[in-house]
């Protein structure tokens, strides 16, 4: 009687352990339904695909940049005006958009002129005789004035072709938010909301940082626009060169004031010029 009792209390648990095995499995085995939620049976429906992501980025909407390619991503589009330029953040009293220069060319080396003007002081020399008579031809000393343009001369400026594109669908929030410091251009009279516009980079041309230097520091020259930009002279030195002209008095006292042959330099800067590179001003903004 008591053995019988042991094996019946033994399968009993066999049982128990069994249904729990059982449950178990059903939960490993369940299906997802077209709503999302677990197969409940056959009022459950099919297997289902779930959301699907948002595509897009978080970058604000007006914003322009620029891609190594020919072709905007998704939710970017081809920022005409910016072809052929550099962009520039602008000042607090420039609008933005309006460019300064003629765009560039597929690689084109723009060159730029100079106008130079010099003068030079024409010594004296005089004579024995009397001025007059068949002496004619023979210059007084005097200033003399010239004026000439320079050859054109490439600016020099290295620079690499990017695509520019402008941000045209509103931002898509990710796990992350953007980070701050981050700058961008904007083709906008105002920045975004979280953006302001920074102080330092107004009106200079951007450089990425030298190994090892500070960042946010200015150098050269005062802020560009689209109405004042950058120029530059250079160094000169003119030589005039007089011929001489035969006359039949001998050198000497006292007929005066005649030009000297000779050669004569003049030390003079070109009149500035500016170096032709087209750029395009834009705001700029920074993250906070």
């Known amino acids: 009687m008591l053995e019988a009792l042991t094996r019946h209390v033994v399968l009993f648990a066999l049982t128990v352990v069994s249904a729990a095995a059982c449950a178990t499995g059903s939960l490993v085995t369940a299906t997802t339904s077209s709503s999302g939620g677990r197969d409940g049976g056959a009022a459950g429906g099919g297997k289902g695909t779930g959301g699907s992501a948002p595509t897009g980025d978080a970058i604000p909407q007006d914003a322009v940049s620029f891609f190594n390619g020919t072709v905007c991503p998704a939710g970017w589009a081809a920022y005409a005006p910016g072809a052929g330029f550099s962009l520039v953040p602008t000042t607090p009293d420039t609008a933005g958009g309006v460019p300064y220069g003629a765009p560039l060319a597929s690689g084109e080396d723009r060159t730029h002129t100079h106008t130079l003007s010099a003068t030079f002081v024409i010594g004296s020399t005089s004579y024995v005789g009397v001025a007059g008579g068949n002496n004619d031809g023979v210059a007084a000393q005097s200033s003399v004035t010239m004026a000439t343009l320079s050859s054109p001369a490439s600016t020099g400026l290295p620079y690499v072709q990017l695509m520019t594109c402008k941000k045209t669908d509103p931002p898509v929030p990710g796990p992350a938010p953007l980070p701050p410091h981050m700058q961008m251009f904007f083709d906008a009279v105002a920045c975004p909301p979280g953006w302001i516009q920074p102080t330092t980079t ?87």
Do not use: W
């Open 202 to 288: 107004q009106g200079r041309f951007l450089v990425g940082l030298p190994q090892g230097a500070t960042a946010d520091q200015t150098f050269g020259g005062q802020p560009v626009t689209s109405t004042t930009a950058p120029t530059h002279t250079h160094g000169n030195t003119a030589t005039l060169v007089t011929t001489s002209h035969g006359i039949a008095l001998a050198g000497g006292c006292c007929a005066g004031g005649y030009a000297a042959a000779g050669t004569y330099t003049a030390m003079q800067d070109t009149d500035p010029s500016a170096v032709g590179f087209p750029f395009l001003p834009l705001l700029s903004c920074e993250k906070q």
